[in-house]
T-cell receptor, first 115, second 113 residues
Framework: GAGVSQSPRYKVAKRGQDVALRCDPISGHVSLFWYQQALGQGPEFLTYFQNEAQLDKSGLPSDRFFAERPEGSVSTLKIQRTQQEDSAVYLC?????????????FGNGTRLTVT | GDSVTQMEGPVTLSEEAFLTINCTYTATGYPSLFWYVQYPGEGLQLLLKATKADDKGSNKGFEATYRKETTSFHLEKGSVQVSDSAVYFCALSDAGNNRKLIWGLGTSLAVNP
């Protein structure tokens, strides 16, 4: 597609449920990032993939968060046993190249609300 | 650790007014600096960037100069338009890990006709 696509756009989950958020990066983009943006805050880094390899997962807030990109294109962010503090917009971004400062292209995000 | 501080919003201006959104940073190395913009209902977009001291990034009439001596990267535009209404984020990527952006809280701008 023309840009980074994320689905669903909105997700409401009851506390304790598992959720899966999908990111379709721009075709051919090597790098993929997940960020978490709480209301009124800037994005916070979660994890980074270069092709299928997860090179940095230092921002994942707990072991309930898991991300994968098995074929080096589509990525899924999974949150197990959701908690209210997980409510946020989850942003996916991709870039064409792996080197520094290759421009990031962001999706519109998935807004997760945990009730 | 590294951090970014932006002026708080919301900022409300009349069309054709001059805009400044302040951004200062703290970093141990030599970061790259960015301004991103988020228009209503859309994803974040890179507005401009600067990768070393004294560089000036510019795009769509916006400018920002990388000032190492004041650790600042203030965003300016000489004459704003209604279509510039958006949330603006200042961000840095540190020299040791350029793939991980550190963001300010964002500044909301509303331009009235």
């Amino acid at each position: 597609g023309a840009g980074v696509s994320q689905s669903p756009r909105y997700k409401v989950a009851k506390r304790g449920q598992d959720v899966a958020l999908r990111c379709d990066p721009i075709s051919g983009h090597v790098s993929l990032f997940w960020y978490q943006q709480a209301l009124g805050q800037g994005p916070e880094f979660l994890t980074y993939f270069q092709n299928e390899a997860q090179l940095d997962k230092s921002g994942l807030p707990s072991d309930r968060f898991f991300a994968e990109r098995p074929e080096g294109s589509v990525s899924t962010l999974k949150i197990q046993r959701t908690q209210q503090e997980d409510s946020a917009v989850y942003l996916c971004a991709s870039s064409l190249e792996a080197q520094n400062n290759s421009p990031l292209h962001f999706g519109n995000g998935t807004r997760l609300t945990v009730t | 650790g590294d951090s970014v501080t932006q002026m708080e919003g919301p900022v409300t201006l009349s069309e054709e007014a001059f805009l400044t959104i302040n951004c200062t940073y703290t970093a141990t190395g030599y970061p790259s600096l960015f301004w991103y913009v988020q228009y209503p209902g859309e994803g974040l977009q890179l507005l401009l960037k600067a990768t070393k001291a004294d560089d000036k990034g510019s795009n769509k009439g916006f400018e920002a100069t990388y000032r190492k001596e004041t650790t600042s990267f203030h965003l300016e535009k000489g004459s704003v338009q209604v279509s510039d209404s958006a949330v603006y984020f200042c961000a840095l990527s540190d020299a040791g890990n350029n793939r991980k952006l550190i963001w300010g809280l964002g500044t909301s701008l509303a331009v009235n006709p």
